[in-house]
């Protein structure tokens, strides 16, 4: 009985590729990578937990968008992103070398500091300008 079930699986394998042409092979290769990428790329265009997924005007802005935005009042001066606050070990808000190693640059919805300020557990501190200014800044390249 258990010599079937091990024959079963190669019949059916050798059974499929002759079915499939090289050409239908790449075909169905092709549909899968596009589901896959679709289903990835869903990911920037869902909304945060507060906010709609912003619109950026400008394409690469730099790192002081989030301070004009309140970043540093909102997240470094309440006592936590700041030298000597209880986050500090993280990062400091105002450091461009600290912020950048929670960012995934280009890919928001990758980003441990987008998903935690936009849903997660700092989702309750932020406004909607950081949310904007975040999202923007990682989407463009995170530059300093």
């Known amino acids: 009985m258990i010599k079937i079930f091990a024959f079963l699986p190669l019949t059916f394998l050798f059974i499929t590729c002759d079915l499939i042409s090289p050409k239908e092979s790449d075909d169905r290769s092709a549909i899968i990578g596009l589901v896959a990428l679709s289903r990835t790329s869903s990911l920037s265009n869902t909304t945060t937990a507060r906010f709609p997924t912003p619109s950026c005007e400008v394409s690469t ?75 923007c800044w990682i989407l463009g390249g995170a530059k300093q």
């Open 61 to 135: 802005p730099a790192f002081s968008t989030l301070k004009d935005a309140g970043f540093e009042s909102t997240c470094g001066q309440s006592g936590c992103h700041i030298t000597g606050g209880s986050a500090a070990n993280k990062f400091r808000a105002s450091l461009y070398s600290e912020v950048l190693t929670y960012v995934n640059s280009g890919v928001p919805s990758t980003s441990l500091l987008y998903r935690e300020q936009s849903t997660g557990s700092m989702s309750q501190y932020t406004t909607q300008a950081i949310d904007k200014a975040i999202y």
